[in-house]
């Protein structure tokens, strides 16, 4: 009878994956109403299996729920990656980092937002807004006079950044007070209170939360991304660990007694619901290739293949690879933001690195600067590790479930061996596909070419 | 697409009749990730008063049947855990998970599920009262929590060892040990006594030369260390090859047949039971136990802290089916409410945040064994 | 952590001749850092000479242990430019074996087993001798293995595929490791085959008497330490002559620089680089053992931070570099004991890697490292 949980949860992923390929067909219609219809049909499809009950057992169980929501919040991260990865060519082990500030950033907001207190939204409101003018300031100045170092710019940037969060802190701390009379008490919520104001902050603190990691990812990218690609891969490691430091001493430290340091950041509410994943997911899909089809991204595909070139074609590689870095972590922070508020607790044990290595896994396993292997990836990872061995181990006696991150590396091992170009190659899907425009076809030949020097993306002694 | 998705709706309904014979019992510990030691432990602990259950005949006339879980000690693999345990398992009743950071998110999972969880070893307060403190009706723990241990052990420092400066040791990110410190440093200075340094380490530090030499330039009567006995011996052994002489003292995270009483000789920590204890229940648990497990020598293991506690826990909630003379979780949780019960780890109540309450038994370290020194009632 | 600040201020003259605008005001606020942390630090250093050299000794031995775990990483990504994430679990296997050896076939005493006059101590000395060479040879036979199956076959794939494999292989080792029946998860004392013995100074050099206290304000050491100096810095000197003066240093020097000349000029790149491996397996291996003798603690997962911090010593230091390697080590000791002892303990990883940034941002190669040129 336990075997049919086990092909279930084989068969669901499978039914996932062709999901997957159905969206992206459809995504990749030309007529914007046929986008529509798709859209509407692969939330449809996903939340009727979600209602769908039969006597006690759910089509869609809270379990599988729960992994396909790990599933997005991993597929928002991991496309954050190869983008940066990927399609520029910059070795980033710092996504869970970003992963981590978004989370602990939207579930404080949301956090302070329940218990009647708006200063959380307002500060970091503020100082999202406020950073990034000061950034722009900055950086329009900077322009003006050419040829000023990273290290230079960066102390301005750092400068600017500081004042500028010091005076959201500041006008938050004076502006949220006028707020309190509409929060109500308990027994009387005010305007404020209201279940769908919370759906409003909720949708605010994830934006928040990844532009709050968006100028983080600026910031320290600026200097960072200067260096040679296996020092920057080792500085972005140390942004993780220094990020996971600074969470698990975020009561003594930090200034943030709330989020309660290493015990664990208790009470956030948990309004991550499949309307809202499946909107941001849709989101992210369209940012990152949106942005992977303009000339920017064009661009950034340039730095990847030769940096040398890309500059003599009069592209700024610097400002490049920062604007992949920044997109990038701005995906990551949303992941965190609906992570956070789906699993209503967060410790900095989630965000150590050795976790950070499964994004990278991810888009190494789904195949470099593909978008679609990516997703695939993404959902086949959780769903293989999380759903099919748990199910799988869990029916073969006391012992084997400590089998269950043996067999995965050996998995990876495996399809490493097999496939060391990933799971899809460079393949893509419907809405991903460039096929049909001459720079997509371009660059296909350009990959195929740079496949026959045997090297694939990355060249020896780079 | 939609054909797929008919196929999968029929292989899942294949699943459909559980065998009404047996009780499922869900437990959930870390086999795997950054603590698989304590999960074993755990999970050793509460397997052996399963198959004791069983060979009297189940609970009920039912066999209990353990469902065994890897909760990876991370709140997302826990999650996850739970919710196949919970929904796919269909267990009304879940022992574990042994982190508290792992515990609190799948309390929510299972009161919302009304699933009864009982925690072995998770002594944030949080796993049993929420945001708010209100009691979390199906969330138990089997552990002593921080403030009674922590109370004591500063009790015992400033009367017994006539000790007025101490110096906390503790790992930032643990939370049983943030507890501990916090709960000690309270009472100790209530008392009139003064902590003269505080530090803190993570637990995956090793080398601790830098504190221990703080320690020495602050020149403290007794030190704190609250952690598990592997922490215990790398700080002890470094005190040693210091000239360090001051006590240490520490909770039951130290009992454990790993510990290195040469480095801890001098030191002084509180658990649920003395191994001079006469009283039945130890004397058998400790019997079955080395006569359940053997270490990889062929000898008999001997129980650490978190093996005995998972062993009680188990039994807790079995005892508490059994007055219930239902599997009804509602009715499970009212009969462990009102359980008296008498385990290894002493005569069982729990109070209105269900935490156990029982008494604490402090222990001498000397080269060669541990001593009995005195118990305290709570 | 000074000292590599203060290095970094060479460049300057550099970047003046080409004068880019406003270029002061990084080194400026760069200055400002490190002003701050040697004010702090010689504050404190002056208020407590004492504790201030005791600190730094704790550190040199933390840097000596991971100098022995840099030298394999930064000899093996100076050839296949790999970063070998399993190299800390290699080292962790040599742990285990040692522990195997002597707390259950009790290898350490064979010679007076087999000669029973023979002194105790010459026997412990042989004893332990013998074990850290098994724990070297099984490092070196696991690392040659892991080379073969795991990395050998992905050598003219993309390299990111063989870092994944690296991972791979370090969590196939920690969780296989982590089995009950293989090391189990367990925290398992480690029974060192020779005593501890510590000294303390004060008017010459006396032992600490276990269990008795030492005097106030003086600087103790032990015997592990020395061990640990001596073995860190005799595979220092060792490895300078394999790499400088032998033939297979000539080639994997080669091979480093540039593999398919260094194959048309007849030298046989795959046993270069299983050599390689080898190597540096074997002094984890021997790092293995010191360092479990030192901690007297072992467990599945001991390899992880201890291989990291001894990756980030190597890039610091500059990876390809054997000296780098061995100076990155000792700065990273350095800057941890120092952190530990003058800012905060769980600050320590966060100090670690802002300095490597650091220096990075400053020295963009690490310490010792060559320019890279035109090669990529």
């Known amino acids: ?462 | 697409m939609k054909r797929v998705l008919t196929i999968a709706l029929a292989l899942v309904l294949t699943v459909a009749s559980l065998s009404a014979a047996d009780l499922k019992v869900g437990v959930l510990s870390p086999l795997t990730g950054p603590v698989p030691s304590f999960g074993l432990s755990v999970k050793e602990g509460t397997l052996l008063a399963v198959s004791e259950w069983n060979a009297k005949g189940g609970i009920l006339g039912q066999k209990i049947v353990p469902v065994i879980e890897d909760g990876q000690c991370d709140a997302a693999a826990a999650t996850n855990a739970a919710n196949k345990l919970i929904n796919q398992d269909q267990v009304k009743f879940i022992l574990g998970e042994v982190c508290s950071g792992a515990t609190i998110p799948v309390t929510e999972l299972a009161g919302a599920a009304k699933v009864l969880l009982l925690s072995p070893t998770a002594t944030n307060p949080n796993v049993t009262v929420d945001k708010a403190g209100k009691t979390k009706d199906f969330a138990f723990r089997a552990c002593y929590i921080d403030p009674f241990q922590g109370g004591i052990l500063a009790q015992f420092s400033y009367t017994r060892l006539k000790a007025k400066n101490a110096f906390i040791l503790y790992d930032q990110g643990n939370d049983y040990t943030i507890g501990l410190a916090n709960a000690f440093e309270a009472q100790f200075t209530k008392l009139g006594g003064k902590v003269v340094g505080k530090e803190t380490y993570t637990k995956t530090d090793t080398d601790f030369s830098a504190i221990l030499a703080k320690i020495k330039a602050a020149k403290p009567e007794v030190v704190l260390l609250p952690d598990y006995y592997n922490i215990v011996n790398l700080v002890t052994k470094q005190a040693k090859e210091k000239g360090i002489t001051v006590p240490f003292v520490g909770g039951d995270g130290w009992d454990s047949p790993d510990l290195d009483k040469a480095a801890a000789a001098g030191g002084y920590y509180t658990n649920h039971y003395s191994p001079e204890d006469k009283r039945a229940e130890v004397v058998n648990f400790l019997k079955a136990y080395a006569a359940a497990y053997k270490d990889d020598a062929g000898k008999g293991k001997v129980p650490d802290a978190l093996a005995t506690l998972g062993y009680d826990g188990a039994n807790l909630l079995f005892t508490a089916i059994k007055n219930a003379g239902s599997t009804d979780t509602t009715k499970v949780k009212e009969a462990l409410e009102k359980i008296s019960f008498n385990g290894v780890t002493g005569k069982i109540t729990f109070d209105k945040a269900h935490n156990p309450v029982k008494a604490l038994t402090i222990l001498s370290v000397t080269k060669d064994k541990i001593a009995f020194d005195s118990v305290v009632q709570p | ?376």
């Open chain 3, 1 to 376: 952590m000074p000292s590599s600040i203060a290095s970094g201020k060479a460049p300057i003259s550099d970047e003046k001749r080409r004068g880019p605008p406003l270029a002061w005001v990084g080194w400026a606020f760069l200055g400002l850092i490190g002003a701050v942390t040697v004010a702090y630090i010689a504050g404190k250093a002056w208020s407590n000479p004492v504790l201030f050299l005791q600190n730094i000794l704790d550190g040199l031995k933390l840097g000596f242990v991971y100098a022995l775990i840099a030298l394999g990483y930064t000899m093996v990504y100076g050839i296949v430019k790999l970063i070998n994430f399993a190299h800390g679990d290699v080292f962790m296997v040599g742990a285990f074996t040692s522990f195997y050896a002597v707390s259950r076939f009790r290898l350490h005493q064979w010679p007076s087993a087999v000669f029973p006059g023979i002194d105790p101590t010459v026997s412990v000395i042989i004893g332990s001798i013998t074990v850290v060479l098994l724990a070297m040879l099984i490092c070196v036979l696991l690392a040659v293995t892991i080379e073969r199956v795991a990395y050998k076959p992905l050598r003219e794939a993309p390299r990111i595929a063989a870092l994944i494999t690296a991972i791979g292989v370090s969590f196939f080792l920690e969780f296989f490791g982590a089995l009950p029946f293989v090391y189990s998860g367990r925290f398992i004392p480690y029974k060192a085959p020779f005593p501890t013995t510590a000294w303390y100074v004060q008017d010459g050099i006396h032992p600490i008497v276990s269990g008795t206290a030492s005097p106030d304000n003086t600087i103790s050491f032990s015997n592990i330490f020395l061990l640990i100096a001596a073995a860190s810095i005799l595979v220092q000197v060792f490895l300078q002559w394999i790499v400088k003066r032998t033939k297979i240093g000539v080639a994997m020097r080669a091979a480093s620089y540039d593999k398919s000349t260094a194959r048309l000029m007849g030298i046989n790149v795959d046993r270069v680089i299983s050599f390689t491996f080898a190597i540096g397996a074997a002094f984890a291996g021997l790092g293995g053992v010191l360092y479990a003798i030192a901690y007297s603690s072992i467990w599945s997962q001991l390899g992880v931070l201890p291989g990291l911090k001894a990756f980030v010593a190597a890039v610091l230091g500059g990876i390809g570099s054997i000296p780098g390697a061995f100076v990155g080590a000792l700065i990273m000791g350095q800057a941890e004991a120092l952190t530990m002892g003058y800012i905060s303990t769980p600050m320590r990883d966060a100090v670690a890697f802002a300095i490597l940034i650091i220096v990075l941002l400053v020295k963009p190669t690490g310490l010792f490292g060559e320019p890279s040129g035109e090669k990529a």
């Open chain 1, 1 to 462: 009878m336990e075997l049919g949980y086990l092909a279930g949860s084989i068969v669901k992923l499978a039914a996932l994956i062709g999901w997957i390929y159905g969206l992206l067909w459809g995504l990749g219609r030309p007529k914007a109403w046929q986008k529509a219809v798709t859209i509407i049909l692969a939330f449809g499809v996903i939340q009727a299996a979600i209602l769908a009950k039969f006597g006690d057992i759910a089509l869609f169980s809270a379990f599988d729920q729960g992994l396909l929501i790990q599933a997005c919040t991993m597929t928002m991260v991991a496309l954050g990656l190869n983008l940066i990865y990927g399609f520029n060519g910059q070795f980033s082990l710092a996504q869970w980092g970003f992963y981590g500030i978004g989370a602990y950033c939207s579930a404080d907001i949301t956090y302070r937002w329940t218990s009647g207190d708006a200063s959380g939204l307002l500060v970091a409101g503020l100082g999202t807004i406020l950073g990034a003018l000061a950034l722009f300031l900055v950086g329009w100045l900077l322009k003006k006079k050419r040829g000023v170092p990273v290290l230079s710019a960066f102390t301005f940037y750092l400068i600017a950044l500081v004042a500028a969060g010091f005076a959201a802190v500041k006008l938050g701390g004076a502006l949220s007070p006028l707020l309190a009379p509409y929060f109500g008490s308990p027994e009387a919520p005010g305007v404020l209170a209201s279940p769908l104001a919370l759906q409003i902050v909720f949708f605010l603190s994830i934006i928040v939360a990844g532009a709050f990691a968006a100028e983080v990812s600026f910031i320290f990218g600026l200097p960072v991304l200067s260096l040679g690609s296996d020092y920057f891969g080792i500085a972005t490691l140390g942004f993780a660990i220094i990020v996971k430091t600074l969470l698990v001493n975020s009561d003594t430290i930090l200034p943030f007694p709330e989020m309660k340091g290493g015990r664990g950041m208790i009470g956030i509410p948990k309004l991550t619901n499949w309307i809202w994943v499946f909107a941001f997911l849709i989101l992210v899909i369209v940012i990152i290739r949106n942005f992977v089809r303009s000339s920017t991204g064009r661009a950034t595909l340039a730095v990847r293949e030769d940096e040398i070139a890309a500059r003599a074609m009069g592209i700024d590689v610097a400002k490049n690879k920062l604007m992949a870095f920044v997109v990038g972590s701005f995906v990551a922070g949303l992941g965190g933001a609906i992570y956070a508020h789906y699993i209503g607790f967060l410790a900095p044990g989630s965000f150590d690195f050795i976790q950070g290595y499964n994004p990278l896994i991810i888009v190494v396993f789904g195949g470099l600067g593909s978008m679609t292997g990516t997703i695939a990836a993404s959902f086949g990872w959780i769903f293989f590790l999380e759903g099919f061995l748990r199910v799988l181990l869990g029916q073969l006696g006391s012992d084997a479930p400590s089998w269950r991150l043996v067999l995965y590396p050996i998995a990876l091992l495996l399809l490493m061996l097999v496939r060391p170009q990933g799971l899809l190659g460079t393949v893509e899907w419907g809405f991903f596909k460039d096929g049909n425009n001459p720079i997509g076809r371009a660059r296909e030949k350009l990959s195929a070419a740079v496949k026959l020097k045997g090297s694939g993306t990355k060249k020896e002694g780079e």
